[in-house]
Every structure is written in structure tokens, then in C-alpha cells.
């Protein structure tokens, strides 16, 4: 398993631990997230996902693997929390830079 970039560990502790300042930090100010078929683009915009997010699932992320494929970092997690189905695996696929997260897919 691939040792995780800080950036990357940051942002799992913090959603764990429900701290969206924090969470939101390990983002680039250019950032893009997309997720559940939505395209997020910029920190105003990721700040308001991740508290919609807490709110609405209050997910908790268990790391299982993590690798580098083609300058990425995927990561395979257990989520659990506030929804039909849970806990369900999910596919995290992070671009870096610059130590922050520029691109965040979740599948």
C-alpha cells in the first residue's frame, strides 16, 4: 500500500473528525471535486460540498489501499454513515499539486 501524501491524509482525518475548515485546506484554491454526477470547481464551491456532505451523510472513511496510477493516487475506502446501504466501498481518485489536492473524483 502506498503511503498516503499528506494532503490526502489530512483530508480523510478531517472528514472523519467533521472538520470541514480543516478538510477544505487540503485543497488548492482551483480545485475540482466531482461526485455523485456533480462537478465542483473552485474552494467556495468545495467548502459548501463538504458541509452539505457532513450534513447530510456524516461519513466516516476507513483508508483500505491506496496506490499511484498515472500520477494519481487512487483510494479504495469503507464509508459509512446516515445512508441506505452503508457502509459501501468507494473509489477516491486524487490529483496533487503543489502538496494540495487539485482533483478529487469519488466513484
Do not use: H
Not at 50 to 73: D, F, S
Request: charged share 20%.
Amino acid at each position: 500500500m502506498t503511503v498516503l501524501d499528506t494532503a490526502i491524509d489530512r483530508y480523510f482525518s478531517a472528514t472523519n473528525e467533521r472538520n470541514n475548515t480543516l478538510a477544505a485546506e487540503c485543497f488548492d484554491p482551483d480545485a475540482s471535486v466531482f461526485d455523485e454526477g456533480e462537478q465542483l470547481t473552485g474552494l467556495e464551491s468545495i467548502q459548501r460540498w463538504l458541509q452539505q456532505t457532513q450534513q447530510k451523510y456524516q461519513p466516516m472513511i476507513q483508508v483500505l489501499t491506496a496506490e499511484r496510477n498515472y500520477g494519481e493516487v487512487w483510494v479504495k475506502a469503507n464509508v459509512s454513515g446516515q445512508f441506505q446501504g452503508s457502509p459501501i466501498q468507494l473509489n477516491y481518485v486524487f490529483a496533487l499539486q503543489d502538496g494540495k489536492i487539485s482533483r478529487l473524483m469519488i466513484r
